[in-house]
């Protein structure tokens, strides 16, 4: 099989923030009580600026002074666009520009940005690409209910990027891992065409739903990258601080190896793994040879994983 890996990476977000102090004059809550629930302490707010526009900056970010027209395909994450035509993936090639790429969207919402790069890997693996870009972009204020307390106080916007080829990579790809579950699709809602299209989500059972296949996927990412005792990093979907308490326990990953920021920027769906990857590479957590896992998961229900060497 031919190997792939992670060439470089990007990402953006909106310098509005909104923190929690803001959100209590917004609806019935408390700085106190969202920290307790979720960890979450802000998170930015995109006005003006759209899904592809982030994406576009992500994009940017990603390829530094690197050259863009050699990338053959473009791998669109998004659940939040502002439109269904242009999509996303042809609206930032036309940016860049990538003249030569084939363009195309997926929205599996949370799970996005690690799917995109698994469909990547297996279109370059297949001879369909040899460079690849992937972008996970969402605008979720655009579809919260600023009256419900129990799912406005989650989200934020912002958007990642990737790079991906057969040759000149930094992080190979050494183990994925991607599924769904249908039977709980409507456990998470969005963008009906009703009078109140917002994000609505069955907590307790996505609850219960993570607890049981994260742990699940760890472990069969675990074995597929043949870890063994290896201590790693968790770069997980940056959903809930607390969540994630009790993931640590179950797995027995200790909690200082999860990368969680989702007190800056809250849950940015497909844009989050992305986010907190670049963010802590930037910030030199990782050294060279390090394994980190990347899991991602939510509306669907689907999700996805992988696991590279930094």
Not at 215 to 232: C, S, T, W, Y
Request: glycine share 10%; aromatic share 8%.
């Amino acid at each position: 099989m031919i190997q792939v890996g992670i060439q470089s990476l990007g990402h953006y977000t909106p310098p509005k923030v909104l923190n929690n102090e803001d959100l209590s004059k917004l609806v019935e809550t408390t700085d106190e009580w969202i920290m307790s629930r979720t960890g979450i302490k802000e998170r930015r707010m995109a006005d003006q600026e759209t899904t592809s526009d982030m994406a576009i900056k992500a994009a940017h970010d990603c390829l530094g002074n690197n050259e863009a027209k050699d990338i053959d395909l473009l791998i669109a994450s998004c659940g939040s666009s502002d439109k269904i035509y242009p999509t996303q993936s042809a609206q930032i090639a036309h940016a860049l520009p990538l003249p030569n790429a084939t363009v195309i969207d997926i929205n599996i919402a949370c799970s996005g940005l690690i799917g995109g790069m698994i469909l990547a890997q297996s279109m370059i693996q297949s001879g369909q690409s040899k460079r690849a870009m992937v972008t996970g972009s969402e605008k979720m204020s655009a579809y919260m209910d600023y009256t419900d307390r129990a799912n406005c106080i989650l989200f934020g916007d912002g958007a990642s990027a990737m790079t991906l080829s057969a040759t000149n990579y930094e992080h190979p790809i050494i183990a994925v891992e991607m599924g769904s579950d249908p039977a709980g699709a409507n456990y998470l809602t969005m963008g009906d065409r009703s009078s109140k299209g917002y994000f609505w989500q069955d907590g307790k059972n996505i609850y219960r739903f993570v607890q049981t296949k994260l742990v699940q996927v760890i472990e069969n990412l675990r074995v597929k990258a043949d870890l063994g005792d290896e201590p790693f990093w968790m770069v997980p979907h940056q959903a809930n601080g607390r969540m994630f308490e009790a993931i640590a326990d179950k797995t027995k990953i200790p909690l200082d190896r999860f990368v969680l920021n989702m007190d800056k920027y809250g849950n940015t769906s497909s844009a989050s793994i992305g986010i907190a990857l670049n963010e802590a590479g930037k910030a030199g957590k990782f050294k060279k040879g390090d394994a980190i896992m990347l899991t991602g998961f939510g509306a669907g229900l689907a999700w996805a994983g992988a696991v590279i060497r930094w």
